[in-house]
């Protein structure tokens, strides 16, 4: 693992880092490495391509939160499953 070293963070920014690391039992360090990798992942669900599939932007969604796993199996197939059976049906008029 490589380090990095950022400099000229704003004080309360700095304070708030730190409270959020001791109310989670986190280090400093563990702390800003847990908050760049969500705001990694925000930033990529914010720039989602155009052609990006429903599939690999669930999917997205599932890795953001750690869950990717038997469980997310379980909801895509269910999630094509329903795709399948719904195919060529009428869209309900909601008006």
């Known amino acids: 693992m490589g380090d990095m070293l950022i400099r000229d963070i704003p004080e309360p920014l700095k304070r708030e880092i ?4 001791r109310k989670g ?3 400093l360090s563990g702390k800003a490495i847990d908050l760049l990798r969500k705001g990694m ?3 990529k669900e914010a720039k989602l391509e155009p052609g990006l599939s429903a599939w690999d932007a669930i999917r997205s969604a ?3 939160e750690n869950a990717i796993g038997d469980e997310f199996s ?22």
Do not use: L
């Not at 730190?18 to 690391?21: D, K, N, R, T």
């Not at 379980?74 to 499953?81: C, F, G, N, S, W």
């Open 41 to 43: 992942v925000a930033e």
């Open 25 to 27: 039992g986190q280090s």
């Open 74 to 95: 379980e909801i895509m197939d269910q999630i094509e499953a329903d795709g399948k059976r719904d195919f060529g049906h009428p869209v309900e008029d909601f008006e």
């Open 18 to 21: 730190e409270h959020a690391a």
């Open 62 to 64: 599932f890795a953001a």
